[in-house]
């Protein structure tokens, strides 16, 4: 009843940022996990840092529609799995998130080989926690 | 589950291919270009798992949920579905022609040329994409909106 009676908006602006999310992440994953065989190729570098970047407004407007939703339907769902999950997948993966977007920078300005592996790793576990955290809220796992 | 996940692959592919194809259109050199522009096909089978995994679970869901079978959204988030399957299938034509003479004026010195720009910046080739990301955003307003349900 809940899912068929709740605002439009706050739910359509946190699904659709977190599927633009995970298209940024991506992005980053495909860019720095090709850069690990071509370290040559600076675009890749270049590439791995905006792709990040532009994931920063998903993340902003899917954070602030969930919170949005929560608030308003927190005596409903306080304390199931799933809200624990996506709280920390949102919240704890922010810091895998933003340890991302500084090594992507480090490596965009000193192509630095190794930069660009933790980038491929922290991209790559932040985007195996999204989709953890899609199935937690979907599947409403527990 | 699956019906969402399938969605999370169609827009986040979609949106890993746009992000490609605009930083392809950015590049300086054609060689860089081509590259960026390579990349786009390791979307596609994430695309397609989208694709094909929004329409088997969605219809399923149709069934299993027992909405009528005259339901509004329903059939015009498949009207958008063919819409954005053949858009995105003309945009990406669009783009392969780009990413060949990307690749043609890498090989012959790697200096841009008026005709790489101009193809890479013609509306009507991107406009197909950018419909297409329409459509799909279309989609995603009557899944969650359900009007009528």
Known sequence: ?142 | MLHVTAAFFLVGGSVAAGILNALAIRAARPSETAYLLRLVRITLPVIGVGVAGTLIFGIWLWHELHFSIGAFWIWASLVLWVATSALGGIGGKHQERARKLAEQLAAAGDATSAELRTLLRDRKGNAMSWLAGAATLGILVLMIWKPGS
């Not at chain 1, 840092?49 to 407004?57: E, N, T, Y």
């Not at chain 1, 902003?60 to 919170?67: C, E, G, K, W």
């Not at chain 1, 809200?83 to 965009?108: E, N, P, T």
């Not at chain 1, 300005?109 to 933790?118: D, L």
Request: hydrophobic residues 55%.
């Open chain 1, 1 to 142: 009843m809940i899912a068929f009676s709740r605002p439009f908006w706050p739910l359509f602006l946190h699904v659709l940022g977190a599927m633009t999310l995970f298209g940024a992440v991506l992005t980053a994953v495909i860019t720095s996990t090709v850069a690990w065989r071509r370290p040559d190729v600076p675009i890749l570098h270049k590439a791995t840092f905006w792709a990040l970047v532009s994931g920063v407004p998903d993340y902003v407007v899917f954070r602030i529609a969930a919170q949005f939703i929560y608030s308003d339907e927190k005596d409903v769902y306080a304390g199931r799995n799933w809200i624990g999950i996506g709280f920390f997948v949102s919240d704890g993966g922010l810091l895998i998130f933003l340890a991302a977007i500084g090594c992507a920078y480090w490596w965009m300005r000193s192509g630095t080989p190794s930069a660009g592996r933790i980038v491929a790793g922290l991209s790559s576990v932040y985007l195996v926690l999204l989709a953890l955290g899609w199935l937690a809220m979907s599947g409403k796992w527990g």
